[in-house]
């Protein structure tokens, strides 16, 4: 790979995160906030290294017997592009030589991330685990890829749910979690389909000055009753990480908080209290038994 392909500092970290490979585990914690990482680490045993670059932080320890790094991503699926390609590159691809190594590692990424729910069914200060993203970003159509049979037909179930999303300005793609992942979690926490938004504001239904297109496909998955394929919350980096982690042969969930239950119109009150108690599950179901 060309230098400008493959981008490495006059010491060999990988460009954005500022890593060097011996630096992270093969199983990380990925966090939009910074402040989260060490919201992360203070339950390790022992943190082993520390590196801060941008709005990339990444702490790597152990708890028990088992190594754990936790990565800070900032906002959005144009940071996830940056984050999982170049956590992939840490372990797949031989600084020295500038090609793939010959032996995959396969890295397991657990967002653990805030979420706005689209149901009144499902409270604030809950836990929400997504099984699949339908992402209005673009991302993934970036990539050389084929769409997966399993997925597309999934992908017209909803379609054919939600009409009100083929009068969005994009055409939403579907990606799925890990299925060993779900197993892990899933009776920890309620189960949906996220809809990954590029944007905060319009992008999510929300109007300040101006109006959003997305108001009338929001009455209606508000509206709609809750089944497989309902789509449950919005946030804005798991398709992303769903899309990348499986073209590069990776396992990856999001699990949530919810902070906002948009047809209640009502935010949490408790925030931190309730990410803290979402990352005490994550870690107690990750951490092996010594």
Do not use: W
């Not at 990954?196 to 209606?220: E, I």
């Not at 948009?262 to 803290?276: D, G, L, T, V, Y």
């Amino acid at each position: 790979m060309e230098s400008a392909e493959l981008i490495l500092s006059p010491n060999g970290r990988i460009y954005h995160l500022d890593l060097l490979p011996s630096e992270i585990g093969t199983t990380i914690i990925l966090v939009g906030d910074p402040s989260r990482v060490r919201q992360v680490s203070k339950k390790f045993d022992k943190i082993l290294y520390k590196r801060i670059h941008r709005e990339f932080i990444t702490h790597t320890g152990i708890i028990g017997k088992t190594p754990i790094s936790v990565v800070s991503t900032g906002i959005g699926t144009d940071n996830i592009d940056i984050v999982i390609n170049e956590l992939d590159a840490l372990v797949n691809i031989d600084f020295g030589t500038g090609k793939p190594k010959e032996t995959h590692t396969t890295l397991t990424f657990i967002r653990i991330g805030t979420s706005g729910s689209l149901h009144a069914s499902i409270p604030i200060d809950s836990f929400l685990l997504n099984t699949h993203s339908l992402g209005l970003d673009n991302l993934l159509s970036f990539y050389d890829i084929d769409i997966d049979q399993a997925l597309e037909t999934f992908n017209l179930k909803i379609h054919a749910k939600y009409p009100a999303l083929g009068m969005l300005p994009v055409k939403p793609y579907l990606t799925a979690a890990n299925a060993s992942l779900i197993s892990l979690f899933k009776n920890d926490m309620q189960t949906g389909i996220t809809l990954t938004a590029p944007g905060f504001y319009g992008a999510q239904g929300r109007q300040l000055r101006l109006k959003s297109r997305m108001r009338n496909l929001l009455d209606t998955i508000a509206n709609a009753e809750r089944e497989e394929a309902s789509l449950t919350n919005f946030e804005m980096e798991t398709s992303g990480i769903y899309g990348l982690s499986t073209l590069l042969n990776h396992k990856a969930i999001s699990c949530n908080v919810i902070l906002a239950n948009r047809p209640q119109n009502i935010f949490s009150q408790m925030a931190n209290k309730s990410i803290e108690k979402l990352i005490d599950l994550v870690l107690s179901r990750l951490v092996k038994e010594e």
